[in-house]
């Protein structure tokens, strides 16, 4: 099966360079999304997640961090080559990104409404103020937001935080781009406000044909929004998989935890177990498998080589495990 | 001296805390480790300890007496006798530069000594009882802050009369509200701590408490105080002593030579410039030893 | 947002009458009889009984505070003692002079302060930022009397540009405003930088960025106001500190403004004037206090809104 990538990236590593030494979030990372389609990236704290993401808008501060290596092939263009000012064209517009943190993402002297118009007056100023603001509305009125008029002319400490993720998406949609980044959208958010931004998000991709890439530690997000997982741990890529061969049958032993680890309500309570240890710090990085020292199938061997990222079919796995399985 | 009574205790204190695990002597180790590391820090400190050693031994490096007088060499360039010149009254000008140093160091430490003594007091009863003793301290601290800086000065020595002694109370005046503020504040979050709590939940001696657990706990902020206080308690000795308000003639004081200089400009510009270069020299050593000194105790404070 | 404002209100006349008391004491705690102290041994003991009269110290010391209270309100301090002028109309005509003086240095600081913080933080790390932090070290250390000085001996002396002394045409202004603002643009810049420093970590910066706003729109128009509010209390202590620093620059360029009063006075010992010039310089300094922190409201919302202290 071949589809058009509308993002590739190939071996992106990204480093931060700190007093206590070289922190290598992202390492050697691959993967692509095509238009239509989520990724749902997966893995616990600090795996390089939102490095990922923040990589791919060129958003990396530097210094500390630096893209020091890879390829990202927007529509077969490389970002990574792009001057500021191209970058800058393509941020908000083609790419936009929900963040992590919805509590704080929005600025605290401008209203609401002035937020929203920025974005818009900046990629489409081809519109009058009367349009823009129209369509500043709409986008308010898309993601739910009650009043629309009012809350136009608000600051974000008079929103709650549920209201301001949505503002943040409502940023982020305002000039429809094809590609969109979510940086755990509904982590901060109760379960009912979380569905319904799930079901915006699905929307978008059904509606506008984008690509999403959707990060989150919760694998129940997961299972509802995402058509491809790709599992992180300690900045390099586990598994890949669809999601329905994720949830069936998980390959990488720290897959296989975290599905241990959903806390799902129709089964045992028994069957959730944690995954004992914790990530690694970078330095304190076994020279082996990242994952070695917490895995129960390691052996000698997992301790002391790093695994390659085998294909499987359409997956891809990184254990010793699978290894002379991929001629299947 | 006073103010290294406070080190003393504070060892006596990290015994105390390295009980409960927390470790006080590292904290000090690593300061000073990452002070070494700021260059700029260590040159300013080397400067300022030669300013020290000459306060010491002014009388042994000035080639001449700063007060003699001679009339008939007044205002002369540099010469081999008078190797920066002589001012009006034919006095050494480079002598009566090195005796500027004693006044401006000893005005910026006592000062800024007796301020923080002032301003620790203060601060702690204020944070530490509460209530309407706080309320007390804070409006008289208002009224404190409700005066410029040089005004201030100038009606306390306007009180007091001029002379070396009363510029150290007016600059202690001047500058114990900062400290009293951060203190105070400081104390406020530390009796939220559990184990202060504790203490004064088991009926512990408000005295001891405030001796051996809050006082001890604020040392960074103190030595970062006094620090950066005594490059302000100079640059005020100089303006007051510039205006006629502070040193009074014959002694050398920067700030008055300036003030005598100025008078001569078009004929020896040099004697205006070299004590404002004196003051620079030491105020800057201390504002960046200073700088340097909290970035490495206290690198929260580094934005207040 | 009424209750910040009654508030600080509320504050700012408890400080005015605690100004008013310490000034008051500032005179009557000079040890011995003040009027003996500002007359000197010019005096013999009738005379002093004559001028104790005259200006009401004979009475007894509340009395003597209700009167000078009385006076303050009505803008009515008496006389000078040497000048016979009224004292009120001495400080007017020197308050003119300094504050355009004030005024036009206040706008060199702010101006040079804030680029040059706002430059250093874009930079930051770089060698520019060393470079203009270095300047800006600099420019605190050096007393402003001292850069008068030279500033006179460059542009005055040497070179024959600007003049020497007084006001009477507008070139009079460059040097003592740049005399006087140096210190203060210094301190701002620092401030202003490090008040940047700590804004563009903040999430919202990012926000910004990914928006596809101009790096230049992000620091002026989403980092500058949120970095403005410790900057703007600086400004408002420094504009107060300027009133007051400026007589030293009146005393380097013979200018006659409320500094030189000031500093007349006190050498004088002019009972009435001195605390006249106290009084109301203080006065000045926490009404412009009072309008910092009232033009908060303007910058953060939270406090519009009546969240914030
Ligand atoms: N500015 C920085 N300096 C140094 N290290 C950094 C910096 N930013 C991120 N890192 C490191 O990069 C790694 C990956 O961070 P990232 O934010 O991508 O984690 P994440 O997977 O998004 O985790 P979370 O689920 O908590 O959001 C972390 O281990 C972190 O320590
Ligand atoms: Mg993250």
Known sequence: MIRDNLLEVNHLKTYFYTDEGVVKSVDDVSFSVQPSRTLGIVGESGCGKSITLLSIMRLIENPPGKIVAGEILYNGENLLKKNKEEMRQIRGNNIAMIFQEPMTSLNPVYTIGEQILESISIHRPELDKGEARERALAMLKMVNIPMPEKRFNEYPHQLSGGMRQRVMIAIALSCEPDLLLCDEPTTALDVTVQAQILELINDLKKKARAAIIMVTHDLGVISEVADDVMVMYAGKVVEFATVDQIFAQPMHPYTCGLINCIPSLDKEVERLSTIPGMVPSFNEMPKGCAFAPRCSRATQRCKENMPELIDIGERKVRCFLYEGKDTE | ?304 | ?309
């Open chain 2, 1 to 304: 001296m006073k103010f290294f009574s406070f080190f003393y205790r504070k060892n006596k204190y990290i015994e105390d805390v390295a009980e409960q695990g927390i470790e006080y002597t590292s904290y000090y180790q690593d300061s000073f480790r990452r002070l070494k590391k700021n260059n700029a820090a260590m040159i300013c400190l080397s400067v300022l300890a030669l300013m020290v050693l000459i306060v010491i031994f002014a009388p042994w490096i000035s080639p001449q007496d700063p007060n003699a007088q001679s009339l008939k060499d007044a205002l002369r360039g540099p010469s081999a006798q008078y190797f920066l010149g002589t001012d009006e009254y034919g006095r050494d000008i480079l002598s009566r530069i090195i005796y500027g140093t004693r006044i401006s160091l000893s005005v910026g430490i006592i000062s800024q000594v007796l301020a923080t003594a002032i301003g620790v007091t203060m601060g702690v009863l204020a944070g530490y009882y509460g209530g309407y003793i706080d309320s007390l301290i804070s409006r008289v601290m208002e009224i404190f802050a409700a005066f410029p800086e040089l005004i201030f000065a100038m009606g306390i020595m306007y009180v007091l009369g001029p002379g070396v002694s009363n510029i150290f109370i007016a600059l202690a005046l001047l500058s114990w509200v900062s400290t009293a503020r951060l203190i105070r504040g400081q104390v406020l979050q530390l009796k939220q701590k559990e184990y202060v709590e504790a203490c004064i939940a088991s009926g512990g001696a408000s005295f001891q408490i405030i001796v051996r657990h809050l006082v001890p706990n604020c040392i960074s902020t103190i030595i970062i105080m006094v620090t950066l206080g005594i490059p302000g308690a100079i640059m005020s000795e100089a303006a007051l002593s510039f205006l006629g308000l502070g040193v009074q003639p014959p002694t050398a004081s920067w700030g008055s030579m300036i003030s005598a200089a100025q008078s001569y400009i078009s004929l020896i510009p040099l004697y205006s410039v070299l004590p404002g270069l004196a003051i620079i020299i030491v105020v800057i050593s201390f504002n960046i030893f200073g700088d340097g000194l909290r970035d490495a105790l206290d690198p929260k404070l580094k934005n207040q």
């Open chain 3, 1 to 309: 947002m009424l209750l910040y404002i009654a508030k600080r209100l509320c504050q700012t006349v408890f400080v005015l009458v605690g100004i008013t008391f310490a000034t008051f004491c500032l005179i009557n705690i000079v040890p011995g009889d003040p009027v003996q102290v500002m007359l000197e041994k010019r005096a013999d003991p009738e005379m002093i009984q004559q001028v104790r009269h005259e200006l009401g110290t004979d009475k007894p010391l509340p009395e003597q505070y209700i009167n000078f209270v009385e006076g303050a309100v009505k803008f009515d301090l008496g006389k000078s003692y040497f000048s016979k002028e009224p004292v009120m109309s001495m400080l007017l005509r020197g308050f003119l002079v300094t504050a355009k003086l004030a005024a036009i240095s206040f706008l060199f600081a702010v101006t040079i302060g804030i680029s040059c913080g706002m430059l250093a933080a874009i930079k930051r790390g770089k060698p520019t930022d060393s470079f203009l932090m270095m300047i800006a070290i600099l420019g605190m250390s050096a007393p402003s009397f001292w850069i008068a000085i030279i500033l006179q001996i460059i542009f005055g002396l040497k070179l024959n540009l600007l003049p020497l002394s007084g006001l009477d045409q507008p070139l009079c202004y460059i040097l003592p405003s740049i005399a006087l603002g140096t210190r203060y643009a210094a301190s701002i810049a620092r401030i202003t930088r490090t008040s940047m420093l700590d804004v563009i970590k903040q999430d919202y910066i990012r926000t910004a960025r990914a928006k596809g706003v101009k790096e230049s729109m992000v620091f002026i128009k989403h980092a500058l106001k949120n970095a403005l509010i410790p900057i703007v209390t600086l400004l408002g202590t420094q504009l107060g500190n300027m009133l007051a620093g400026s007589m030293l620059i009146e005393k380097v360029f013979s200018i006659s403004g409320i500094g030189k009063l000031a500093v007349d006075s006190m050498t004088n010992r002019d009972l009435p004037l001195v605390q006249g010039t106290v009084l109301y310089i203080a006065v000045i300094f926490v009404v412009i206090n009072l309008i910092v922190d009232l033009s908060y409201a303007l910058i953060d919302p939270k406090i519009r809104y009546g969240k914030g202290a």
